[in-house]
Nanobody, 120 residues
Framework: QVQLVESGGGLVQPGGPLRLSCAAS????????MGWYRQAPGKQRELVAT???????NYADSVKGRFTISRDNAEKTVYLEMNSLKPEDTAVYYC??????????????WGQGTQVTVSA
């Protein structure tokens, strides 16, 4: 079993910064991709940013230039640095990972989500 535990969400004023963290634990052989998705009320879950094990990074157009994703392979942790936050960034942010587990199968996992609210 693999767990993804997110932290760092909260309330921030428009234009402010926030940093999210997601740590993976459990029966992990290796992690292929890790990333962040978000879901605002009444909307579908959408990709925010992902980082592949080889280092390739992908961002949603709406966050390019404002958000930075990074990964610590040794700690099995992915971070999302968010700057210049806007009210439309308000959502529940979910961590996601493609994990090669102890049974040598590639499985996809989600964290429980962390709320980010951007409001004055």
């Amino acid at each position: 079993q693999v767990q993804l535990v997110e932290s760092g969400g909260g309330l921030v004023q428009p234009g402010g910064p926030l940093r999210l963290s997601c740590a993976a634990s459990g029966s992990i052989v290796s992690i292929n991709a890790m990333g962040w998705y978000r879901q605002a009320p009444g909307k579908q879950r959408e990709l925010v940013a992902t980082v592949i094990s080889g280092g390739r990074i992908n961002y949603a157009d709406s966050v390019k230039g404002r958000f930075t994703i990074s990964r610590d392979n040794a700690e099995k942790t992915v971070y999302l640095e968010m700057n210049s936050l806007k009210p439309e960034d308000t959502a529940v942010y979910y961590c996601n990972a493609d994990v090669l587990v102890g049974t040598w199968k590639l499985r996809n996992y989600w964290g429980q989500g962390t709320q980010v609210t951007v409001s004055a």
